[in-house]
């Protein structure tokens, strides 16, 4: 008996009260992040289905995040004057589009173009979705409603890149089509379920000057900024240190990786709830902290059992974080320009995204890994220093 009261409280309690636009937009999110199958392929499917050299894919890659820092700043307008969903809807009938031209492209110029524009629309979504939650849900259940999205995405994401391991076996171009059909039905559900909430009558007003000029939107995105330099370590430099500097192979590596999708996906739904209701500031400076701490362990690492160790580590701390950052952002942005501060937002993690790997792999080229994982690790301290520093400020919100 007492089973059968507890599931039903704690099902509720996780995933219960929430608008069934919300839910759409999940959905849709989870059914995209399924399909994200190109994105962890670029390099291989560059040099060895369109035989580029590895400077010449190098170039290709630098072009999608190039694209991608134009994106952010052009998403957040697009949301506060054509409307969240719209704007969404566009931007991934775009993301179709190209990555159906990219799969097709056969000459440099034409997969160089191709890369840009996929670097530009592909994450155009993240600042509409980003001011839809907060636009849909109240102020107490967006930490939880930020969470589930933030579930949802590595639940997806986790799936979608072993499946796309397998299926390029047959052939590169099914990742394109796949990818390309998750996009569209992520544009359908979104269109057909989710209502407009833009704020009539000021979407006009104001734009990046006015989120220029706020103080402290300007320090969180800062701290996100460290913390986004943090956890690209992950994809960037984490790879090549383990498998070049420690010397494990890329199945060991692989192994290790695979118990952050596994963590999250078990883990974050069973905190979700009961850390959306501890203060914001204080749990976004802990879950930074404790990322810090797991990245500059692993200049310590040695074998495959260490890095699983270290990994565990960051991974805590980016469950705490997961929906944090979301919520204080919703409780800094003014209702019509979500959009904007969302793409200020989304902006530190493309040039994170940038950043991370020029200062990872000159940081381990000059000074080895203890010079890379310490300095890692300061830069998440200094990010939570900062987030405490902006507390006063962003409780008075």
């Known amino acids: 008996m007492t089973s059968t ?61 190039a694209g991608s820092l134009v994106s952010q700043l052009l998403a957040g307008v697009l949301a506060d004057r054509i409307g969240r969903r719209a704007t969404l809807s566009g931007g991934m009938l775009a993301t179709a589009a190209a990555m159906l031209a990219l799969g097709y492209s056969t000459t440099l110029p ?62 590169f171009l099914w990742l394109f089509w796949v990818d390309a059909v998750s996009c569209v039905a992520f544009a359908v559900l979104v269109w057909r379920a989710v209502p407009e909430t833009r704020p009539m009558g000021k979407s006009e007003a104001g734009g990046f000057g006015v989120v220029l000029r706020d103080r402290v939107m300007v320090g969180f995105t800062l701290v996100i900024l460290g913390n986004a330099l943090l956890y690209s370590q992950t994809f960037t430099t984490l790879p090549m240190a383990m498998t070049e500097g420690v010397g494990l192979t890329t199945a060991q590596f692989g192994l290790a990786m695979a118990l952050n999708g596994v963590l999250i996906v078990i883990v974050q739904p069973l905190v979700s709830g009961w850390l959306g209701r501890r203060d914001p500031v204080r749990t976004l400076a802990l879950g930074i902290a404790v990322m810090s701490a797991g990245f500059a362990l692993t200049a310590f690492v040695t074998t495959t059992f260490w890095l699983a160790v270290t990994i565990a580590v960051w991974t805590a701390g980016e469950v705490v974080t997961a929906g944090i950052a979301g919520t204080i952002l919703a409780r800094l942005a003014p209702p019509h320009l979500r959009g904007r501060y969302s793409g200020l937002f989304g902006f530190s993690w493309s040039v994170a995204a940038v950043l991370a790997p020029l200062l990872g792999g000159g940081l381990l080229e000059l000074g080895g890994p203890r010079a890379l994982w310490f300095t890692t690790g300061g830069i998440g301290l200094v990010a939570t220093a900062g987030m405490l520093a902006l507390g006063p400020a962003i409780r008075r919100r």
């Open 5 to 65: 009261g507890v599931k039903p409280t704690f099902l509720r309690s996780s995933f219960g009260g929430l608008p069934r636009p919300f839910w759409a937009l999940w959905g849709g999110t989870l059914v995209n992040r399924l399909g994200t199958m190109v994105m962890p392929f670029t390099g291989v499917y560059l040099t060895q289905a369109r035989g580029l050299s590895i400077a010449a894919a190098g170039l290709v890659m630098a072009l999608f995040g």
């Open 110 to 171: 034409a997969i160089l173009a191709s890369m840009f524009l996929l670097g530009l629309v592909a994450d155009a979504y993240r600042p509409a979705s980003n001011a839809l939650v907060a636009d849909l849900i109240s102020p107490q259940e967006r930490p939880r409603a930020y969470g589930l999205l933030f579930w949802a995405i590595n639940l997806g994401y986790s799936v979608g890149m072993t499946a796309g391991g397998w299926l390029a076996q047959a052939g």
